[in-house]
């Protein structure tokens, strides 16, 4: 267990809907990451908060947003679903921004769009 | 540009045999490196990582990998796996601010 959690385990939803993702880091950490993984494109790094601003961004979609709060959880918004946006997300956390640091990888959220 | 390529993406091996994972990096300036195993049904957890120093890093479950700079690898060994290796394996190199860039996986299939 990694301490990092995220809620809720599976998702189904229809094209066109939006859904929210949830991530509780571990305890004291300050950093959090979302990635997305699917069998086509691997895994890959969507966004970054430390400490409740966003740190670094990658191959986000302009339709997800994200946000940490002042709690340090994270929540992940994905809008206007299309098919492909069926995958696993993951968070992570670590302690600070650093990147020497490992990251600690929550279990995961598997959504299907229908 | 700043990337990690996993050379293989699928390995079989029968138990107790070793294994070599391997894992290029290219960048212009000096990383930190990591390898990361992902069991079926889980999330991504740490196997080792490379700062500085050593060029050999120890890791958990028998785990070692081997910084080269003038080869720009990292790749990952075991000398004899166990079927409780079976699992996908990550190379990964957070170049700055934590953007982490991860390869495109290596599944560890062990074999009885």
């Known amino acids: 267990d990694s301490g990092v959690t995220q809620t809720p385990k599976h998702l189904i939803t229809a094209t066109g809907q939006r859904v929210t993702l949830r991530c509780s880091p571990r305890?004291?950490?300050?950093?959090v990451y979302w990635y997305q993984q699917s069998l086509d494109q691997g895994l890959q790094f969507l966004i970054q908060?430390?400490?409740?601003?966003?740190?670094a961004k990658g191959n986000i979609l302009e339709r997800f947003s994200a946000q940490q709060f002042p709690d340090l959880h994270s929540e992940l918004n994905l809008s206007s679903l299309e098919l492909g946006d069926s995958a696993l997300y993951f968070c992570a956390s670590s302690p600070t921004a650093e990147p020497a640091y490992e990251q600690y990888f929550g279990p995961g959220t598997r959504l299907t769009v229908t | 540009a700043q990337s990690v390529t996993q050379l293989d993406s699928q390995v079989p091996v029968f138990e107790e045999a070793p294994v070599e994972l391997r894992c290029n990096y290219s960048?212009?300036?000096?990383?930190?490196l990591f390898w990361y195993v992902q069991y079926p049904n889980q999330g991504l957890q740490l196997l080792l990582k490379y700062l500085s120093g050593s060029t050999l890093v120890k890791g958990i479950n028998g785990f070692e990998a081997e910084f080269n700079k003038s080869q720009t690898s990292f790749h990952l060994r075991k000398p004899s796996v166990h079927i409780s290796d079976t699992a996908e394996y990550f190379c990964a190199a957070p170049f700055n601010a934590g953007k982490s860039t991860f390869g495109d996986g290596t599944t560890l299939t062990v074999k009885p």
């Open positions: 305890s004291g950490d300050l950093s």
């Open positions: 960048s212009s300036v000096s990383v930190y």
């Open positions: 908060y430390y400490n409740g601003e966003e740190r």
